[in-house]
């Protein structure tokens, strides 16, 4: 489509967890906003794929010898870089990835299939970790296709998912229809310890605790 370009060159999104998460052997894939977040070392030093995708509209491009980075620069590190360029008909901002994002992943669990028959799919968990409202729209994706969600506490956005999800408060505001956040299977993470949040991941990599309806 044309509002898509890969651009192949680096992007961020890393936290703590995947610290630890980038430094064992593994074949999984790791999607983020592409903004530097600390990641980007880990994941090249253990040849991790991560995958950047933003609206462009949204970003500053890298500059040569930078005194300062802005918080929202591309960074290098990242093994592809989608991006949503803007068209005379839409202004791509943020949210509108998470679409696309969920997309890639879906295709990347997939795999290619034979004609023959189907292959079991890779297993896809959300971790929210930042603190941006457009976190909303990973949510609802990862509700609507029955996608785990590790919610791990940290940041104000988190919090407050939290809050909700354990009935402190009855209500909260959301870019999305708040039922999405109420149906879906997410998992309440306190600590943040890296160690903590990697045993959470790769245990969802490994095992869905829930039952999935099969489609007709």
């Known amino acids: 489509e044309d509002g898509i370009r890969d651009a192949q060159e680096?992007?961020?999104?890393?936290?703590?967890?995947?610290?630890?998460?980038s430094t064992q052997s593994t074949w999984a894939v790791i999607i983020d906003s592409g903004l530097f977040t600390g990641i980007e070392m880990f994941t090249m030093r253990k040849q991790v794929k991560l995958i950047g995708v933003a609206p462009e509209g949204e970003?500053?491009?890298?500059?040569?010898?930078?005194?300062?980075?802005?918080?929202?620069e591309l960074s290098n590190g990242h093994t592809h870089l989608f991006l949503l360029c803007n068209t005379d008909k839409r202004k791509y901002q943020w949210g509108d990835e998470a679409f696309l994002k969920y997309t890639i992943a879906n295709a990347i669990a997939t795999g290619k299939q034979s004609k023959r028959g189907t292959?079991?799919?890779?297993?896809?968990?959300?971790?929210?970790?930042?603190?941006?409202?457009?976190?909303?729209?990973?949510i609802y994706y990862a509700a609507k296709n029955q996608l785990p969600i590790?919610?791990?506490?940290?940041?104000?956005?988190?919090?407050?998912?939290?809050?909700?999800?354990?009935?402190?408060?009855?209500d909260i505001n959301l870019e999305i229809d708040k039922e999405y956040l109420e149906n879906s299977h997410s998992y309440?993470?306190?600590?943040?310890?890296?160690?903590?949040?990697?045993?959470?991941?790769h245990f969802f990599l490994t095992y869905t605790p829930y039952d999935i309806p099969r489609k007709a």
């Open 150 to 170: 590790i919610i791990v506490n940290g940041s104000s956005y988190s919090e407050k998912l939290i809050s909700f999800m354990s009935k402190e408060t009855e």
């Open 119 to 138: 292959k079991p799919k890779c297993k896809i968990v959300y971790v929210i970790l930042g603190d941006h409202a457009a976190c909303d729209y990973d």
């Open 188 to 201: 309440i993470l306190d600590n943040n310890n890296s160690e903590e949040i990697a045993s959470y991941l």
């Open 10 to 21: 680096s992007r961020g999104l890393g936290d703590v967890y995947k610290r630890q998460v």
């Open 59 to 72: 970003i500053q491009y890298p500059k040569i010898n930078p005194t300062v980075r802005e918080p929202n």
